[in-house]
C-alpha cells in the first residue's frame, strides 16, 4: 500500500518542478522592470567599439548611477535585429549603434528619433562644431540637410596601410595611383616573396567596402544624380578589372576574407599593401600582435582618373522612436559623444569625430596617423544614400565577389548586377508608391 | 492470432459523463498543434499574397510567385540544396553502413565506441560549425597544418573561401554529425535480424559477399530506408552549419534555401517573397512525407 | 578470422574513430590554449600551458551564465508543455477509435510536420508571436519550440502505449476505476521509461535549437547558447577561444544527456519506426 | 445475482461476432459457453463486461440492463486469459486495487487482502512483482483480485489455458471448489471440452455466434442436439460414417450395423443418414464378422491407462480405443462392431440429431 501514497508523493515533486519553471519564465518580465527603472539598453556592434562603449558604460555608471546593459550582435544580425525593432510598434532597445549606410533605411522608416526636441529641454540649440562635418552630415535625414536624428561616434573612414620600409627598401614612393599600387605590389611582392596587396572579398559589405574606393578613383559611381544605378558603366567594369589584377597577387582564399584576415596578414607581415579600418593600427603598432611594428605607412586612398575617396564608415548613435526612456538615452548620448569621453575612446582605439581629438598632441603622439585619418575622413564619401542600401549591398558584393571567385568576368558580373540592383529599387518603388 | 491493436471501444467509455472522454484527452493537443503549426500556414498562405515592407503591407496578387519563377538566386540555391541533399546521402549512407557492419562484428568493447561515436550527432549544430571552421581555417586550421606535415602545398587550399570547394567542405561537416545517426539505425537494423539465416548460409556455403548481398542487404532493407528518408528531410532544412561556417559564401557557392529564405525575409525585411519561397518548399516537402508515409506504413502490413 | 582482417577491421576503426572524434578533441584543447597560442601558425597540438582564462572571460561577462539559464529554462519548460499536452493526445489517439478516420489524418499531419522545414514556420511564427509581443520572451521561444516538440512527443508516446497490452486497462476499468484513473494509475507508470525518454529527447532538440533561437530573440533576456556562440563571429575578429570554450559548455550536459538515451535513441531518431 | 442475455447481437462491420444469443446463468450457478475458437464466446463474456459495445439485445446482471453501463458500474470482476497483472504493483497492491479505487479504508483493505490471500495460499508472495511468480501463482492472484471485491458475477477468459497440463488439472478443481464455496454466479469460457465437463453446473455450446445447445454436462455428452456437438465433446472425438438405412441395418460402404426398431423409425422420415459412434462404444472383431464394419489399422497409439486404434475406411478414418496393449498391426484387416444402443443417428444434411444412443 506504501506505494500507492508514495506515487502520490511523486505528483507533489512534478508540481514543485512546473511552478519552479512557470516563475523562471515569468520572471525576466518583471526582473527587468524594477531595475528597468534606472538603465538604459545600448544594441552594438560585436568588436573593437563594443570593447571601448562598455568600458564607457561602467564609467558612466560609476558617475551618474545609471546601468547602460550593452548587447552585441555580429554586423549583419545587428542590422537584421535593429530592422525587426524599427519595423515593430514597441522597441526593446533605448540606444542603437547604427553603420552609417543603414542611416537612410532606418530614418526612412520613421524608427529614429528627432534630437532637435532633447536638444532644446537641454538648453542647447544643437551640437557643438568641433564635430566633424562629413560625420555630421551622415546624422541628418535627408543627408546633409535634414532633421539630426543621431550623432557621430566612431569616425571610421578607410585607410592605406603600405610598408613604407620595403617601399624605401626597393627606392619607390608612397603609391600615388592604383596602377602604381599594381606594380609596387608585384615588384615588392616577387622580391620580397609576399602578396603584394591583400583585401576583404567576402560577399557583402566588406568586398563592396573595399571596392568603392577604386570605383570613384575610376571616376566610377554606383547611383547616378538621380538614384538610378550605374553598376555596369565602363569605369565600374575598369575598376573590377583592376581589383581582379589586385587578386592575383593577394593571398589566397582573399574572397572569404574579412577585416579579421586582412588585418592578420598585414600585422603578420605576410603582405604588402591593404585597405583596412582606422581601428586596427593599435594592433599593427603593438609588437607583441605584430610582426610590423613601426613599418606600417598610412595613406589616403589612391586615386586614378579622379582623386582618391576613401568609402567612409561612420559608426552613428541614435535612439530608437519606439524607446521609452529618450531622455535617459540622450543624457548618456551626450556624455559619451563629449570631448572628455571620446577622448578616452580614442586612447582605446576608436578613431574620435571630433577635429579637436584629432589635433589633439598627446593623441597624435599617441597615434601618429591622426593627421592621415583626419584628411581621408575629410576627403571621405558615403555610401550611396538609399534606403534600400542593405539590398543592394547584399546583392552587389554577391556578384563582386563571384566576380573574384571567377565565376563570371567583370563585364558579366556587373552587367547581372545591375539587372537585380535595378529589380530591387523597382520593388522598392513600387512598395512605396502604394 | 495476433490481435491488431483494437482501440478501447467508446462504449467502454460509455457511461453518461465518460462520452467525450477521448475528446478530453486530445482536445488541448489539438488546440496547440493547431494554433502552432497550422494556423502558421494559413498566415504563411495569406502573406504569400501580399509585399511587407517596414511600413505597411500592400495586395501583390501572385507577384511574388512570379518573381520567384524568374530568380535566379532561388533556382540556384534550390539547385545547391539538392545537390548538397544527394552528396551527403550517399557519403552518410556508405560510411554508416561501413561503420555499422564494423561494430556488428565482434570488436572489444562495442558499446563503448557506439558511445562515442554517438557524439557529434547529439551536438548543437552550431558548435558543429564551430568545431570545422576552426579546422578548415586555411592558416591556422588544423587541416592545412596535417597536410603541409605530409608535404603538401596548402598555400592555395582554403577551403570555405575557395567557391568550387566551399560546398564539399559543408557536405564533410554534415557528414561528420550525421553520419553516426544512419550508422545506429542500420546497426539497430542489423542486431534485429535473426541469427538463423546466416547459419543457414554458412552451412550453404556462402561467401561474405553473398551472405552481405542475399541476406544482409535484404533484411537490412527497412532500416536503410527509413535512415535515407529521414537523412533526407534533415538535409533538405540545413541552416544552422552554413551559418556558421559560411553563411551562404563565398559568392553564393553555398547558400542553402533555408538560408536564401531567412536572408530574404529577416535581412531585407521581404516578408511576402519569403512566404512565398517557404510555400513552394512547403509543397516539396509535403509530396515528399506522403510518399515517405506510405512506403514507412507498407513494411508494417507486411511485417 | 585471420590475422589480416582482424588487423584490417582494427585500422578501418582506427580511420573512423580518427575522422569522428579528433574535432571533438580539437574543440576542447582549443578552449584551453592561451590567447596567444590561438594564432601560432602552424596551430599547436597540445595547449601549454592550459588555461581557463576563456571559460572565465565568458563567466565574468555573465553573458554565458544567463545564456546558458536561458537555454535551459526553455528547454526545460517547452519539454514539459509538450510532454503534458502530447502525452495526453497520445494516450487518446492510441486508446480511442475517433469518427471520421481521425486517427489517421491526425497521426499522418504529425508525421509530416517532421518533415518541414523549420524555416516554413519560423516566418509566420515570428509575426504572429510579434503580435502579442511574445517576441524576445523565453514564454515565445517555449510556444515556438513547442511548435517541433508536440508532434515528436505525440508520435514517440503513441507508440509506447500501442506496445502496452489492452487487458490491463481493460482489467482496472472492470475493477472499477475511472478511465482517468486506469490512465494515471496503470497507463502512466507502465510507460515511464519511454516518458524519460521522449523527454531527454526533446531536451537535446530544445537546447540545440538556433533557428528560431536567432528570429525570436533580441536581448540578454532571452537570448540562448546556441546563438550566444554564433554571435562571436564577429566583422573585425573570430573570438576562437570563446567561441570554442561556450561550445564546450554547450556540449557538455549533452554527454551525459546521451548516456541515458543510449537504450531509446534509435526509436527516439526514427520516430518509432525501428525498435531499436 | 444471474446473469441473463435475451436477443445479444454483436457485429464488426459485417461480420456477426454473437448472432442473437439468449441464455440465463442462474444465481450461484458455474454457466461455461464451449466452443471453438472465433465463435464468439470471448466476444460475448467483454460484451457483459461493458468492454464492448453491444449491437442489439439486452444484458441484465440481477434485473437490472446494464447495456448502458461503463465496466466500471456493472459490478463484475473479470480473470482475464493472461491475467493482466498490473506488473509495476506488488501482488498485495494488485489484489487491493478493486478495493483502493473504491477508495475502501487501508485498514479494511489490508484485512480483507489477508484474508482472500491465505484463502488462495498466496500469503509468502504478497511483496512479490508478478515477474517474480510462476504462472500458477500469478493466475490465483488473478482470482483474488476477482475474489476481494465480492463482485455480483465472476467473469472468466480461459483463465486456465496458459497452465501446463497437470498444473490446470490441479488448479480445475481449486477453482470449482472456490466456486461453490463462494456461490458467485460465474460466465466461465473455454475451448477445452474436458474443462467445460468437469467445472460446469451447465454449458452452453458455441458456434459461429448461435448457441448450438444449452444443457448439463451429461446432456450434451449422452444427448448431442446436433453433429457439431456430438463432435465438439469427448475425446477422442466421435466417429461418423455417411449411409442410408435399407430395412433394418445402416448400409455404408465399409459395411452394414444393426439398428433397434426406435432407431429405424426415427430414420425412416430422414433421407440420407450419418451414424455416429463414440470411440469407447465400439469393439475390434475379425475381419469377416457379421454385423461389423470392414477397415484396416492405420496406426495404434499407446495411452497407458488404455490403447487408441486409429482404422481407415476408404478415404475416412476412425478411431476405436481398446483396453491396454492392443494387438493390433498396421496394415492388418479388422472389423469394428458397434452395440445398437451405442449409436447416435443424425440427419445428413442439417446434422440435427434423430435419435441419441447410450453411449
Same mark, same amino acid.
Given at each position: ?243 581582379? &589584377?589586385? @587578386?592575383?597577387?593577394?593571398? $589566397?582564399?582573399?574572397? =572569404?576574407?574579412? %577585416?579579421?584576415?586582412? #588585418?592578420?596578414? /598585414? ?27 613601426? &613599418?606600417? @605607412?598610412?595613406?589616403?586612398? $589612391?586615386?586614378?582618373? =579622379?582623386?582618391? %575617396?576613401?568609402?567612409? #564608415?561612420?559608426? /552613428? ?34 578613431? $574620435? ?82 | ?303 | ?276 | ?359
Amino acid at each position: 500500500m506504501e506505494a500507492l501514497t508514495q506515487r502520490r508523493g511523486g505528483w507533489l515533486v512534478a508540481a514543485l518542478v512546473v511552478a519552479l519553471l512557470l516563475a523562471a519564465l515569468l520572471a525576466p518580465g518583471c526582473g527587468r522592470d524594477e531595475a528597468a527603472a534606472r538603465s538604459v539598453l545600448l544594441a552594438v556592434n560585436a568588436g573593437v567599439e563594443a570593447e571601448g562603449l562598455k568600458q564607457a558604460a561602467r564609467d558612466y555608471e560609476r558617475q551618474f548611477g545609471v546601468r547602460v546593459e550593452i548587447v552585441e550582435y555580429p554586423y549583419p544580425s545587428l542590422f537584421e535585429k535593429l530592422l525587426i525593432a524599427f519595423s515593430g510598434t514597441t522597441t526593446t532597445y533605448d540606444l542603437v549603434m547604427l553603420d552609417d549606410p543603414w542611416f537612410p533605411r532606418f530614418a526612412q522608416m520613421n524608427g529614429l528619433r528627432d534630437l532637435a526636441p532633447l536638444y532644446q529641454t537641454k538648453k542647447l540649440d544643437g551640437p557643438d562644431a568641433d564635430f566633424l562635418p562629413p560625420s555630421l552630415a551622415l546624422c541628418r535625414h535627408p543627408y546633409a540637410t535634414g532633421r539630426l536624428l543621431a550623432l557621430p561616434y566612431v569616425g571610421n573612414s578607410q585607410l592605406f596601410f603600405y610598408r613604407k620600409d620595403l617601399f624605401e627598401k626597393h627606392g619607390l614612393d608612397p603609391p600615388h595611383t592604383w596602377d602604381d599600387v599594381l606594380t609596387a605590389g608585384l615588384r615588392i611582392g616577387a622580391a620580397e616573396k609576399m602578396h603584394g596587396y591583400v583585401m576583404r572579398g567576402a560577399q557583402g559589405n566588406p568586398i563592396v567596402a573595399d571596392f568603392m574606393p577604386l570605383l570613384w578613383a575610376f571616376g566610377g559611381e554606383l547611383l547616378d544624380a538621380d538614384g538610378r544605378p550605374r553598376v555596369d558603366s565602363p569605369e565600374a567594369v575598369a575598376a573590377l578589372e583592376l581589383m581582379l &589584377r589586385l @587578386g592575383k597577387i593577394a593571398p $589566397p582564399g582573399y574572397v =572569404n576574407f574579412n %577585416a579579421d584576415e586582412v #588585418g592578420a596578414h /598585414l600585422a603578420q607581415g605576410t603582405a604588402v599593401m591593404g585597405i583596412n579600418w582606422p581601428a586596427w593600427i593599435p594592433t599593427f603598432e603593438d609588437p607583441v600582435r605584430s610582426k610590423v611594428a613601426g &613599418r606600417i @605607412g598610412y595613406a589616403v586612398m $589612391p586615386s586614378q582618373k =579622379n582623386a582618391g %575617396a576613401s568609402a567612409i #564608415g561612420n559608426w /552613428l548613435l541614435a535612439i530608437p522612436r519606439g524607446s521609452d526612456k529618450a531622455s535617459l538615452a540622450f543624457d548618456f548620448l551626450l556624455w559619451v559623444t563629449s570631448p572628455e569621453a571620446m577622448r578616452l575612446s580614442a586612447v582605446r582605439g576608436n578613431p $574620435p569625430t571630433r577635429s579637436s581629438l584629432f589635433e589633439d598632441a598627446e593623441l597624435r603622439q599617441r597615434f601618429p596617423a591622426y593627421p592621415v585619418q583626419q584628411q581621408a575622413l575629410l576627403g571621405s564619401r558615403p555610401r550611396p544614400r538609399s534606403p534600400v542600401w542593405n539590398e543592394i549591398e547584399n546583392t552587389f558584393g554577391t556578384y563582386l565577389s563571384q566576380a573574384n571567385a571567377g565565376v563570371y568576368p567583370p563585364r558579366e558580373a556587373l552587367a547581372r548586377a545591375q539587372r537585380d540592383i535595378v529589380a530591387i529599387l523597382e520593388r522598392w518603388n513600387a512598395a512605396q508608391s502604394r | 492470432m495476433e490481435r491488431r491493436p483494437v482501440p478501447l471501444a467508446p462504449t467502454a467509455f460509455g457511461h453518461r459523463g465518460h462520452a467525450l472522454f477521448p475528446y478530453f484527452f486530445l482536445a488541448p493537443c489539438l488546440l496547440l498543434l493547431l494554433a502552432l503549426t497550422v494556423y502558421p500556414l494559413f498566415y504563411l498562405a495569406r502573406l504569400s499574397l501580399y509585399r511587407m515592407t517596414p511600413e505597411g503591407e500592400a495586395f501583390a496578387g501572385l507577384a511574388n510567385f512570379a518573381r520567384l519563377v524568374t530568380d535566379g538566386f532561388f533556382w540556384r540555391a534550390l539547385g545547391q540544396t539538392l545537390v548538397f541533399t544527394f552528396s551527403a546521402l550517399t557519403l552518410e549512407f556508405l560510411l554508416g553502413l561501413a561503420l555499422a557492419l564494423l561494430l556488428h562484428s565482434q570488436i572489444r568493447g562495442r558499446s563503448l565506441w557506439r558511445a562515442l561515436f554517438l557524439l557529434p550527432m547529439i551536438l548543437p549544430p552550431v558548435v558543429a560549425g564551430v568545431i570545422w571552421r576552426l579546422i578548415y581555417n586555411p592558416n591556422l586550421g588544423v587541416l592545412n597544418a596535417a597536410l603541409q606535415g605530409l608535404g603538401f602545398d596548402t598555400s592555395r587550399l582554403t577551403w570555405l573561401a575557395d567557391p568550387s570547394v566551399a560546398l564539399a567542405a559543408v557536405v564533410v561537416v554534415d557528414v561528420w554529425e550525421w553520419t553516426p545517426f544512419v550508422f545506429l539505425i542500420l546497426l539497430a537494423g542489423l542486431q534485429a535480424i535473426p541469427e538463423e539465416p546466416y547459419e543457414a548460409a554458412r552451412i550453404d556455403g556462402s561467401g561474405p559477399w553473398q551472405t552481405f548481398r542475399h541476406i544482409t542487404l535484404p533484411l537490412l532493407a527497412p532500416a536503410i530506408l527509413v535512415a535515407l528518408l529521414l537523412r533526407t528531410f534533415d538535409l533538405l532544412r540545413l541552416f544552422d552549419q552554413v551559418f556558421i561556417l559560411t553563411q551562404g559564401g563565398p559568392g553564393f557557392a553555398t547558400e542553402t534555401i533555408s538560408l536564401y529564405i531567412y536572408k530574404t525575409a529577416f535581412r531585407f525585411y521581404d516578408f511576402g517573397y519569403a512566404a512565398a519561397l517557404s510555400f513552394v518548399l512547403l509543397g516539396a516537402t509535403l509530396a515528399l512525407s506522403h510518399f515517405y508515409i506510405r512506403l514507412l506504413q507498407r513494411p508494417e502490413r507486411t511485417a | 578470422m585471420t590475422r589480416t582482417r582482424l588487423s584490417l577491421r582494427y585500422a578501418a576503426l582506427g580511420a573512423f574513430a580518427l575522422f569522428f572524434l579528433f574535432p571533438l578533441y580539437w574543440l576542447g584543447v582549443t578552449a584551453l590554449k592561451p590567447p596567444a597560442q590561438l594564432f601560432a601558425q602552424p596551430p599547436t597540438w597540445w595547449p601549454d600551458p592550459p588555461t581557463l582564462a576563456h571559460f572565465r572571460d565568458l563567466l565574468a561577462g555573465a553573458a554565458l551564465g544567463r545564456l546558458a539559464w536561458n537555454s535551459a529554462v526553455v528547454a526545460l519548460g517547452s519539454t514539459l508543455l509538450a510532454l503534458v499536452v502530447g502525452t495526453l493526445g497520445a494516450y487518446s489517439l492510441s486508446r480511442f477509435s475517433l469518427p471520421l478516420r481521425l486517427n489517421h489524418h491526425v497521426s499522418f499531419w504529425i508525421l509530416s510536420t517532421r518533415a518541414f522545414p523549420p524555416i516554413i514556420s519560423i516566418v509566420p511564427l515570428f509575426l504572429i508571436l510579434r503580435q502579442f509581443g511574445l517576441v524576445d520572451t523565453r514564454l515565445g521561444l517555449v510556444l515556438a519550440y513547442a511548435a517541433f516538440n508536440l508532434p515528436f512527443v505525440v508520435w514517440m508516446m503513441k507508440g509506447f502505449f500501442d506496445d502496452l497490452p489492452r487487458e490491463l486497462e481493460e482489467s482496472a476499468l472492470v475493477d472499477g476505476d475511472t478511465p482517468f484513473g486506469a490512465f494515471r494509475r496503470i497507463a502512466l507508470p507502465l510507460v515511464r521509461p519511454g516518458l524519460a525518454a521522449t523527454a531527454l529527447f526533446c531536451l537535446i532538440l530544445s537546447w540545440n535549437e538556433f533557428l528560431f533561437a536567432l528570429v525570436l530573440t533580441q536581448t540578454e533576456a532571452a537570448l540562448t547558447l546556441p546563438v550566444g556562440i554564433a554571435n562571436q563571429v564577429t566583422q573585425y575578429e573570430i573570438r576562437w577561444g570563446a567561441m570554442s570554450a561556450a561550445g564546450v559548455v554547450a556540449m557538455v550536459p549533452l554527454f551525459f544527456v546521451a548516456l541515458l538515451v543510449q537504450r531509446h535513441l534509435v526509436r527516439g531518431l526514427t520516430y518509432g519506426a525501428v525498435k531499436g | 445475482m444471474n446473469i441473463r442475455l435475451e436477443n445479444v447481437v454483436k457485429r464488426y462491420g459485417w461480420t456477426t461476432a454473437v448472432d442473437h444469443l439468449t441464455l440465463e446463468a442462474r444465481d450461484g450457478e458455474m454457466l461455461v459457453l464451449l466452443g471453438p475458437s472465433g465463435c464468439g464466446k470471448s466476444t460475448t463474456l467483454r460484451l457483459v463486461a461493458g468492454l464492448e459495445e453491444l449491437s442489439d439485445g439486452t444484458i441484465y446482471v440481477g434485473d437490472a440492463a446494464v447495456n448502458h453501463l461503463p465496466p466500471q458500474a456493472r459490478d463484475v470482476a473479470m480473470v482475464f486469459q493472461n491475467y493482466a497483472l498490473y506488473p509495476h504493483m506488488t501482488v498485495a497492491e494488485n489484489i487491493a486495487y478493486p478495493l483502493c479505487v473504491r477508495k475502501k479504508p487501508p485498514a479494511e483493505i489490508a484485512i480483507e487482502v489477508r484474508r482472500v490471500a491465505a484463502m488462495l495460499g498466496l500469503e509468502p508472495l504478497l511483496e512479490r512483482r508478478p515477474r517474480a511468480l510462476s504462472g500458477g501463482e500469478r493466475q490465483r492472484v488473478a482470482l483474488a483480485r476477482a475474489i476481494v471485491r465480492h463482485p455480483a458475477a465472476f467473469l472468466m477468459d480461459e483463465p486456465l489455458s496458459n497452465l501446463d497440463a497437470n498444473l490446470r488439472l490441479q488448479m480445475r478443481g481449486e477453482l470449482k471448489r472456490l466456486q461453490q464455496q463462494l456461490g458467485t454466479t460465474t460466465l466461465y469460457v473455454t475451448h477445452d471440452h474436458a474443462e467445460a465437463m468437469t467445472l460446469g453446473h451447465r454449458i452452453a455450446v458455441l458456434r459461429d455466434g448461435c448457441l448450438q445447445q444449452l444443457g448439463t454436462p451429461m446432456d450434451l455428452y449422452r444427448r448431442p442436439a446436433n453433429r457439431f456437438v456430438a463432435g465438439f465433446l469427448g475425446s477422442p472425438p466421435m466417429n461418423f460414417v455417411a449411409g442410408e438405412v435399407v430395412d433394418a441395418a445402416f448400409h455404408c460402404r465399409p459395411g452394414k450395423l444393426p439398428l433397434t426398431p426406435s432407431q429405424r423409425e426415427a430414420a425412416a422420415a430422414a433421407g440420407a443418414v450419418v451414424l455416429g459412434f463414440r470411440p469407447q462404444a465400439a469393439a475390434l472383431t475379425a475381419p469377416d464378422a457379421p454385423g461389423a464394419l470392414r477397415a484396416v489399422v492405420y496406426v495404434t497409439e499407446e495411452m497407458g491407462s488404455e490403447s487408441v486404434v486409429v482404422l481407415s475406411c476408404g478415404e475416412e478414418k476412425h478411431t476405436v480405443v481398446t483396453p491396454p496393449g492392443a494387438r493390433a498391426v498396421c496394415g492388418e484387416a479388422v472389423g469394428v462392431r458397434v452395440a445398437p444402443a451405442d449409436v447416435h443417428l443424425f440427419d445428413a444434411a442439417s446434422g440435427k440429431t434423430l435419435i441419441s444412443g447410450e453411449g
